[in-house]
T-cell receptor, first 110, second 114 residues
Framework: DAKTTQPPSMDCAEGRAANLPCNHS???????VYWYRQIHSQGPQYIIH???NNETNEMASLIITEDRKSSTLILPHATLRDTAVYYC???????????FGTGTRLAVRP | DAGITQSPRHKVTETGTPVTLRCHQT?????MYWYRQDPGHGLRLIHY???????DKGEVSDGYSVSRSKTEDFLLTLESATSSQTSVYFC?????????????FGEGSRLTVL
């Protein structure tokens, strides 16, 4: 399975866009990019996923580069409640066994 | 929300004792998973199930066994708990094979082995 690389921590100001990068240079053609987040000690929460097209939902946007070797999760207007650890995961289409790394700890500043 | 309930939520036990964690779901999801989370390691998959009586190992399955006799329940058993199994355990579910990657997680069970 492809590995992902994320910065260990980031911060942004409340109300601004948070752009979280993820590198997945060995991604295969049938592997999706998934994003989850974990707020404090709660269970992780699904955010969004995509294959090669950009995706948007009520929580975030996912931008995948044309070569699919990297992606960016965008939280358009970050709030304090978005402070969490964000996980970028690359996995086959069935997603049977999602492998979580250590993620990016995002701190949203007032 | 897949109506996932983990029990117990907190448990302290002694080395060598058996421990069973229970995951109960109310949404009839086919797939169920057990992860553990430790500082510096993110979440690691212990075992998963793709149907009643169908289970498979994850990356850290040694020292753990699972059972799934009903769709709604997935049990994780530590036959003889060790201090290295002190962790937070998360259960997760997925609707079916066609539901790409969206896992629903429980609130976690914190286990301390003294």
């Amino acid at each position: 399975d492809a590995k992902t690389t994320q910065p260990p921590s980031m911060d942004c100001a409340e109300g601004r866009a948070a752009n979280l990068p993820c590198n997945h240079s060995t991604i295969s053609g049938n592997e999706y990019v998934y994003w989850y987040r974990q707020i404090h000690s709660q269970g992780p929460q699904y955010i969004i996923h995509g294959l090669k097209n950009n995706e948007t939902n009520e929580m975030a946007s996912l931008i995948i580069t044309e070569d699919r070797k990297s992606s960016t999760l965008i939280l358009p207007h970050a709030t304090l409640r978005d402070t969490a650890v964000y996980y970028c995961i690359v996995e086959k289409s069935s997603g049977d066994k999602l492998t979580f790394g250590t993620g990016t700890r995002l701190a949203v500043r007032p | 929300d897949a109506g996932i309930t983990q029990s117990p939520r907190h448990k302290v036990t002694e080395t060598g004792t058996p421990v069973t964690l229970r995951c109960h779901q109310t949404e009839n999801h086919r797939y169920m998973y057990w992860y553990r989370q430790d500082p510096g390691h993110g979440l690691r998959l212990i075992h998963y199930s793709y149907g009643v009586k169908d289970t498979d190992k994850g990356e850290v399955s040694d020292g753990y066994s699972v059972s799934r006799s009903k769709t709604e329940d997935f049990l994780l058993t530590l036959e003889s708990a060790t201090s290295s199994q002190t962790s937070v355990y998360f259960c997760a579910t997925k609707r079916d094979y066609l539901n790409t990657g969206e896992l629903f997680f429980g609130e976690g069970s914190r286990l301390t082995v003294l």
